[in-house]
């Protein structure tokens, strides 16, 4: 038997939906002869593996962690308890509709697993072997930076390091990372200032000032565990500073499409830091400053910034616990005055074969890179919407540990 299948989203045809909205499409099937069609499933899952161990005693243990957001089977014809209905050669299309629960997260697809929202059509024939195809669509998590009080402010952390010990210790290399909120959207540049006071013996050769993503897996299976990715999303490199020696720099990174912040999943969570490293040379420990930020779906108006003249005596101590990041509104409600965000497809992503483990879909399948919103502002809108930094900002004594300041 011949099959061929298609499956369309209604004026939408990179499928990329928010929790809440209706997807909604068409399925086109192409018969040679008779055959029936036992649903539409849609599902999410998370798993990843870790190897351990080298050599004979290398091993494999497969952790794997799951939550089922949704999983449902809808018959376009048909039922499985039904009388089997005949569908003659040629042509079929029918239209499916469903709405997307409010609690759905964000898709991603990372090294160790993904969440992956898919839509499955299932042609069940009596006696044979069913027949399927299958497709991927993106979910984005809605997230208004807006209503976010903390990332409307500066921070500032500091790393103190010193090298040899006892009386041989030298004086610190200081190292001050600073930014001017902490709330950003894809397609606006984060300015970092750096300040250093090198009052160590060991020259400082190099700044490296990167966006980082963490993805962090956990566990259900064979025990809770939690497993956390590292990955450079963007990174920019300026000259060091001599000993006993100080220096100040301003760079930027822009940030590419990438998924919002979201720390809602039981078994996946994405949060994202600007990291600055100062490269020395020699066997030793690059000291590293690290400032966490949120990736959202809508960014902070102007109004809503303050300048870093007027918070900087405002300490407030770093946070390790959970922060709420979700916008209560699940629809996007974009600002007329903001361009219309485009949804693109993570830069150098590779496209991933969405079968499951032991998954055969003999009709076919459709490879699949999630898009993500990302804004392409002009000029103007630019400079309104990528804070910078006032031309002398206030500079905090260099402490003997990190510290994050806003």
Request: aromatic residues 6%; glycine residues 6%.
């Amino acid at each position: 038997m011949s099959v061929a299948c298609d499956i369309q989203f209604d004026e939408n045809p990179h499928g990329v939906y928010f929790p809440g909205q209706t997807l909604a499409g068409s399925v086109e099937i192409r018969l040679s002869e008779e055959t029936k069609v036992k649903g539409i499933a849609l599902r999410i899952e998370v798993k990843w593996n870790e190897k351990t161990g080298t050599g004979k005693n290398r091993r494999t243990i497969h952790y794997r962690g799951r939550q089922d957001y949704m999983h449902s089977t809808s018959y376009l014809v048909g039922s499985k308890e039904g009388n089997t209905i005949v569908l003659l050669p040629g042509m079929h299309t029918y239209r499916f509709a469903c709405v997307l629960p409010s609690n759905l997260v964000t898709s991603i697809e990372a090294e160790h697993g993904h969440v992956r929202y898919t839509v499955k059509v299932i042609l069940e024939r009596s006696w044979m072997m069913d027949k399927s195809y299958k497709v991927a669509f993106t979910v984005l998590r809605h997230i208004d930076l807006n209503q976010e009080y903390d990332v409307r402010l500066p921070v500032k952390m500091e790393k103190a390091k010193t090298f040899l010990c006892g009386p041989c210790s030298s004086k610190p290399m200081n190292i001050a990372a600073q930014v001017p909120i902490t709330g950003y959207v894809p397609g606006q540049t984060v300015a970092v200032k750096i300040d250093v006071d090198n009052q160590s013996t060991k020259n400082l050769d190099e700044i490296a000032t990167k966006l980082v993503r963490i993805v962090s897996f956990i566990s259900q299976t064979p025990h809770s565990k939690v497993k956390a990715v590292f990955s450079v999303i963007a990174e920019t490199r300026c000259s060091g500073v001599n000993k006993l020696s100080q220096a100040s720099y301003e760079q930027h990174l822009l940030i590419p499409p990438m998924p919002p912040s979201s720390r809602t999943c039981q078994v996946l969570a994405i949060n994202y830091c600007i990291e600055v490293e100062g490269k020395i040379s020699g066997p030793v420990i690059n000291p590293k400053v690290r400032i966490p930020i949120v990736l959202g779906t809508v960014p902070l108006s102007t109004s809503a910034i303050p300048t870093i003249a007027n918070t900087a005596n405002i300490v407030i101590q770093q946070q390790i616990g959970s922060m709420s990041l979700e916008d209560p509104n699940l629809h996007p409600n974009f600002p007329a005055e903001l361009p219309p965000p485009s949804y693109e497809e993570v830069i150098n992503a590779s496209r991933t074969n969405i079968q499951d483990e032991g998954e055969s879909n003999e009709i076919g399948w459709r490879d699949f890179t999630p898009r993500y919103m990302v804004y392409r502002f002009g000029d103007a809108v630019e400079q309104a919407s990528a804070p910078t930094f006032p031309s002398e900002p206030v500079i905090e004594p260099a402490g003997e540990i990190s510290t994050m300041k806003k």
